[in-house]
């Protein structure tokens, strides 16, 4: 699953939520990590894309704001710009790659989480 589908996957799974994610509500990332059953903060690992280097803000341009990677590029636009889930997939797709790698499949850990 791309991360572009695993964010519009997951945005319907909870609402949204800004600056920090709980069983109540996802930002963008987290909604991905929600869709493929791994509520947690091995993100990188699941959606390596995230790691891809310098990604400038398409609402203001930045790359100034802590993050050089673009899932520090996804938490801004959530966190600072409130981009819907929907809107931040849409972007994302557009620097996806065609054939983007699978989430290696991991079993499901009932008792992972992050802070509620």
């Not at 699953?1 to 709980?22: D, N, V, W, Y």
């Not at 849409?90 to 802070?115: G, K, L, R, Y």
């Amino acid at each position: 699953m791309k991360l572009s589908e695993a964010i519009r996957l997951g945005a319907m799974l909870r609402p949204q939520a800004f600056s920090a994610s709980t069983r109540h509500g996802t930002c963008a990332v987290y909604a991905a990590l929600d869709a493929i059953g791994q509520f947690n903060n091995r993100r990188y690992e699941f959606f390596p894309i995230l790691n891809l280097e310098k990604q400038q803000c398409p609402e203001c341009g930045s790359t100034h704001y802590g993050y050089s990677t673009l899932a520090g590029t996804i938490f801004h636009l959530n966190d600072e710009h409130h981009w819907t889930r929907e809107r931040i997939a849409d972007w994302v797709a557009t620097i996806e790659p065609a054939d983007a790698p699978q989430p290696q499949e991991q079993p499901c850990d009932q008792h992972s989480s992050i802070e509620a």
